[in-house]
């Protein structure tokens, strides 16, 4: 256990444990949090907790903590049930999950294409994705892997402001989201770059390009294409236990059901919803691997992609694409089978 966790660990009292929690909170996790808030999300928190700009940036500082105190209430309950070797990784973890969650709930276009993205430039022999110290993940063509030399801001502002006109200039005929045209796209705008780029910034500037932007204040409409109105977004993250129910279901379905549904775990809008089972702490990702029968470290390597198509999931199976939708819809309609009567009380209990 963390040597920063085992006064609050040892604590023999109410008001002693709340003491030393508070600590850890305000002197070590408090921080963490809203440095990576502000990196991240360029939300901005003050040290109460506060932000009078916007309202999303208090929200979620608070989530997290409420998240991180009542994590750590259970593990002095029971020390043995989990171990935080190092509790500052501990927090900027579930900082990190709570911002990728929020982005994949404000802005869910911009993170399915950014998927996309990830996923052809790591699995494209002509493409790569790397890391940087200095500037986080870049990619490019792969002869310029690991490389810094990065695109001038200038230079990608200009496409973004002006799409038309470019494509226009570098004489790009087929221009939307799917593999075939995406590849001819970064294909020319790296050879236009002449650089590496900034994931992120090549996800603003292809969003752009393929009209791929979020709609303001774009609502939440139901979790997945199940017919239970009580399973919907908000309920989730409102009342967990009926997330805890749809997952334990989910684990009683045949092997080959389970990953065509959790490898393609999405509503019907596409949005990915896996995300929500470690951040409710429903199922952690070493749990979900197990449920779908993979090394931990290999279901890791495929976090970032997730959902995964319905071709990659055949391959994954070694099946075909039609066989991997049947075996959703047989996974889909034996959990409304078996959960619209327990969901039902959940709602009509609120």
């Given at each position: 256990m963390d040597s920063l966790l085992l006064t609050?660990?040892?604590?023999?009292?109410?008001?002693?444990?709340?003491?030393?929690?508070?600590?850890?909170?305000?002197?070590?996790?408090?921080?963490?949090?809203?440095?990576?808030?502000?990196?991240?999300?360029?939300?901005?928190?003050?040290?109460?907790?506060?932000?009078?700009?916007?309202?999303?940036?208090?929200?979620l500082f608070n989530d997290i903590v409420v998240n991180l105190v009542s994590q750590l209430r259970r593990i002095k309950d029971d020390p043995a049930r989990e171990s935080i070797t190092d509790f500052r990784s501990y927090v900027a973890g579930t900082a990190y999950n709570a911002c990728n969650l929020y982005l994949r709930q404000k802005f869910p276009r911009r993170s399915r294409l950014k998927?996309?993205?990830?996923?052809?430039?790591?699995?494209?022999?002509?493409?790569?994705?790397?890391?940087?110290?200095?500037?986080?993940?870049?990619?490019?063509?792969?002869?310029?892997?690991?490389?810094?030399?990065?695109?001038?801001?200038?230079?990608?502002?200009?496409?973004?402001?002006?799409?038309?006109?470019?494509?226009?200039?570098?004489?790009?005929?087929?221009?939307?989201?799917?593999?075939?045209?995406?590849?001819?796209?970064?294909?020319?705008?790296?050879?236009?770059?002449?650089?590496?780029i900034r994931l992120d910034d090549l996800v603003s500037v292809v969003a752009e390009i393929c009209r791929e932007k979020d709609q303001p204040d774009e609502p939440l409409e139901a979790v997945m294409n199940l017919p239970i109105s009580a399973l919907s977004f908000d309920t989730v993250l409102e009342q967990q236990r009926i997330l805890a129910i749809v997952w334990q279901e989910i684990c009683q379905l045949p092997l080959r059901q389970r990953a065509a549904l959790l490898l393609n775990f999405t509503?019907?809008?596409?949005?990915?919803?896996?995300?929500?089972?470690?951040?409710?702490?429903?199922?952690?990702?070493?749990?979900?691997?197990?449920?779908?029968?993979?090394?931990?470290?290999?279901?890791?390597k495929l976090w970032n992609d997730l959902p995964l198509d319905d071709l990659t999931i055949a391959k994954f199976l070694g099946a075909t694409r039609q066989q991997v939708i049947n075996l959703r819809k047989c996974a889909r309609e034996r959990l409304e089978r078996r959960t619209t009567g327990v969901l039902a009380k959940s709602s009509a209990a609120k």
């Amino acid at each position: 256990m963390d040597s920063l966790l085992l006064t609050f660990i040892a604590a023999r009292d109410e008001a002693e444990a709340e003491h030393c929690l508070t600590r850890l909170i305000n002197d070590h996790a408090g921080p963490i949090v809203r440095e990576i808030l502000r990196s991240n999300l360029r939300l901005h928190v003050d040290a109460n907790g506060g932000a009078s700009s916007n309202q999303d940036a208090g929200d979620l500082f608070n989530d997290i903590v409420v998240n991180l105190v009542s994590q750590l209430r259970r593990i002095k309950d029971d020390p043995a049930r989990e171990s935080i070797t190092d509790f500052r990784s501990y927090v900027a973890g579930t900082a990190y999950n709570a911002c990728n969650l929020y982005l994949r709930q404000k802005f869910p276009r911009r993170s399915r294409l950014k998927n996309r993205l990830r996923y052809l430039l790591s699995h494209h022999e002509g493409f790569a994705l790397w890391g940087s110290e200095r500037f986080g993940m870049l990619c490019g063509l792969s002869a310029w892997r690991d490389k810094e030399n990065v695109a001038p801001g200038r230079l990608l502002e200009a496409v973004r402001q002006n799409p038309v006109e470019w494509i226009q200039a570098v004489g790009l005929t087929n221009i939307d989201i799917s593999r075939a045209a995406l590849t001819e796209l970064l294909q020319c705008f790296f050879q236009w770059a002449k650089s590496p780029i900034r994931l992120d910034d090549l996800v603003s500037v292809v969003a752009e390009i393929c009209r791929e932007k979020d709609q303001p204040d774009e609502p939440l409409e139901a979790v997945m294409n199940l017919p239970i109105s009580a399973l919907s977004f908000d309920t989730v993250l409102e009342q967990q236990r009926i997330l805890a129910i749809v997952w334990q279901e989910i684990c009683q379905l045949p092997l080959r059901q389970r990953a065509a549904l959790l490898l393609n775990f999405t509503d019907a809008r596409s949005r990915e919803l896996i995300s929500l089972l470690p951040y409710t702490r429903t199922a952690t990702i070493e749990q979900i691997a197990n449920v779908l029968e993979m090394p931990a470290a290999d279901f890791a390597k495929l976090w970032n992609d997730l959902p995964l198509d319905d071709l990659t999931i055949a391959k994954f199976l070694g099946a075909t694409r039609q066989q991997v939708i049947n075996l959703r819809k047989c996974a889909r309609e034996r959990l409304e089978r078996r959960t619209t009567g327990v969901l039902a009380k959940s709602s009509a209990a609120k």
